[in-house]
């Protein structure tokens, strides 16, 4: 089984960032494409970014405000987010599958997705 455990958000005010981490424990040994997720209460879970199992494919659905990146070595998956609005406000998932393809992702419907940490908080108010 593979456990993933989110860290890093908090408070930040408009126009700020923050580096969310999702460290990845137990099997890891499969590859897995990651996704990063959020949710506000009363609203669809949507997909914000994902990366592919070899790093190489990525899809980005918050535009050149947030990246992702993977750590394989460290087991760490990470989504910085800059310039941050209180729209962003929401709790953040990650969540994981064992990749098919090693070189895409999809981000689009989170059926694939098997893993899931339990969620961070993630509040941009001034």
């Known amino acids: 089984q593979l456990q993933l455990v989110e860290s890093g958000g908090g408070l930040v005010q408009p126009g700020g960032s923050l580096n969310l981490s999702c460290i990845l424990s137990g099997n890891t040994g499969d590859s897995y494409a990651i996704g990063w997720f959020r949710q506000v209460p009363g609203t669809e879970r949507e997909g914000v970014s994902c990366?592919?199992?070899?790093?190489?494919g990525r899809v980005d659905f918050v535009k050149d405000r947030f990246t992702i990146s993977r750590d394989n070595a460290k087991k760490t998956v990470y989504l910085q987010m800059n310039n941050l609005t209180p729209e962003d406000t929401a709790v953040y998932y990650c969540?994981?599958?064992?990749?098919?393809?090693?070189?895409?992702?999809?981000?689009?419907?989170?059926?694939?997705?098997?893993?899931w940490g339990r969620g961070i908080q993630v509040t941009v108010s001034s």
């Open positions: 969540a994981a599958y064992i990749a098919v393809v090693q070189s895409s992702c999809v981000i689009t419907s989170s059926v694939a997705y098997d893993y």
């Open positions: 990366v592919s199992a070899n790093g190489r």
